[in-house]
Each structure stands twice: as structure tokens, then as C-alpha cells.
T-cell receptor, first 114, second 116 residues
Framework: KQEVTQIPAALSVPEGENLVLNCSFT??????LQWFRQDPGKGLTSLLL?????REQTSGRLNASLDKSSGRSTLYIAASQPGDSATYLC?????????????FGTGTQLKVEL | DTGVSQNPRHKITKRGQNVTFRCDPI?????LYWYRQTLGQGPEFLTY????????KSRLLSDRFSAERPKGSFSTLEIQRTEQGDSAMYLC??????????????FGPGTRLTVL
């Protein structure tokens, strides 16, 4: 059974700092990995999707890497801003799960302070 | 592309009552998913449809839960005889159908259910 872990559970940084969020998964047989952002009481916004054959994806100040063999992904946020404050979730689509559902971590709650 | 919409956004009900939620996916998306999220946790998969066919259900989906997608467009999730443990955010997502690969799932804003 696929399990996804995110470290740290919470993070507080001053504005302008670069930061890294970590995600690990137990079964490396995946189709892809996604990073999402969730604001309090809201739905999920997809940030980046990395297919299993890819090593990284970039969007603006965000860069996500994938090391499938070691079961790890990182989300790098450059020059953090207060508007980046949210919970960040990673999720994988497992081949053994039929490729029909996302398995999520519990998220990293990020606070960027002025 | 108006995104995934869900109604209602909030629902408060008394234990034992039935509730129904609706999800309207992005119009050209064939796949529709339901997830449940409790406080401090990531979403957990409940079920998914490809067009009107319900192809997978999680063991989380007890016999009090039923989901339909009658015409392959919108979907409903009904919970019968609600229990306090059903209190959660119910999230709907949709994606295009691509054979042997998966596409980005786009999520709606969710329906927050509170069972008193």
C-alpha cells in the first residue's frame, strides 16, 4: 500500500527566504507526482505535475524535483512571499493502484511572515 | 473552462439525516473523482467514474454512501443516516481520460459537512 509522508509538518519563515518542502513515498512504481496548494477551508490548486520519466518541473518561483528510485520529491520555493502562506500537499498516482487515484501526504503548513 | 464546481459549499445536518452533494466537472473531462478530507489530513480517495461508469470504490465508502454520474456529466454523492464521523470536507476532482497515464486532476472548492 502506497504511503506518502511530508516533512516538516509546519514551517515558518521570514519573507524573502528560499525554502524546501520534502515528500517521500514508499512505492516507487508511480505514474506521476503532483504538488498542490490548499488555502484554509478551500479546495486544492494544482501547482506542478511531474511525470515518472521526468526529473523536475518549474513554474515561476516554484521548482519540483522527483527521484523516483529513492521515493523522494522536493518543492523549492524561491524568494518566499506572505501570499505563499498555505498548506502544500504532495500526491502520487501509483501504478499498482490502477492509476486511478491520488494518494496524498498530510501536508506542510507554511507561514511566510513579514 | 469554468473549473470544477461543487454545491452546496457548506452543509450542517443532524445525525441520522440524509445529505446529497453535487459536483459539476470541467466540461470536456471524462474522469470524475470524489475524495474526503478530515482536519489536518490529506484527502483520501473515495470513488471515481469514467464517463457514467463507476469503476473503483474505496473501502472507506461504506454502504451508507452512494455516488452516481447518470449522464457522464455531473455527479452526486449521497450519505444516508449521517454519523458524526462523516463530518469532513468532500472534494470532487476531474481529469481528461488518457490511456495508461494520468493527467492533472483539477479540484473543486469542496463541500464542508458538519454532522451535529
Amino acid at each position: 500500500k502506497q504511503e506518502v509522508t511530508q516533512i516538516p509538518a509546519a514551517l515558518s519563515v521570514p519573507e524573502g527566504e528560499n525554502l524546501v518542502l520534502n515528500c517521500s513515498f514508499t512505492d516507487s512504481a508511480i505514474y506521476n507526482l503532483q504538488w498542490f496548494r490548499q488555502d484554509p477551508g478551500k479546495g486544492l490548486t494544482s501547482l506542478l505535475l511531474i511525470q515518472s520519466s521526468q526529473r523536475e518541473q518549474t513554474s515561476g518561483r516554484l521548482n519540483a524535483s522527483l527521484d523516483k528510485s529513492s521515493g523522494r520529491s522536493t518543492l523549492y520555493i524561491a524568494a518566499s512571499q506572505p501570499g505563499d502562506s498555505a498548506t502544500y500537499l504532495c500526491a502520487v498516482t501509483s501504478i499498482t493502484g490502477g492509476g486511478n487515484k491520488l494518494t496524498f501526504g498530510t501536508g506542510t503548513q507554511l507561514k511566510v511572515e513579514l | 473552462d469554468t473549473g470544477v464546481s461543487q454545491n452546496p459549499r457548506h452543509k450542517i445536518t443532524k445525525r441520522g439525516q440524509n445529505v446529497t452533494f453535487r459536483c459539476d466537472p470541467i466540461s470536456e473531462h471524462n474522469r470524475l473523482y470524489w475524495y474526503r478530507q478530515t482536519l489536518g489530513q490529506g484527502p483520501e480517495f473515495l470513488t471515481y467514474f469514467q464517463n457514467e461508469a463507476q469503476l473503483e470504490k474505496s473501502r472507506l465508502l461504506s454502504d451508507r454512501f452512494s455516488a452516481e454520474r447518470p449522464k457522464g456529466s455531473f455527479s452526486t454523492l449521497e450519505i444516508q443516516r449521517t454519523e458524526q464521523g462523516d463530518s469532513a470536507m468532500y472534494l470532487c476532482a476531474s481529469s481528461k481520460d488518457r490511456f495508461k497515464s494520468t493527467d492533472t486532476q483539477y479540484f473543486g472548492p469542496g463541500t464542508r459537512l458538519t454532522v451535529l
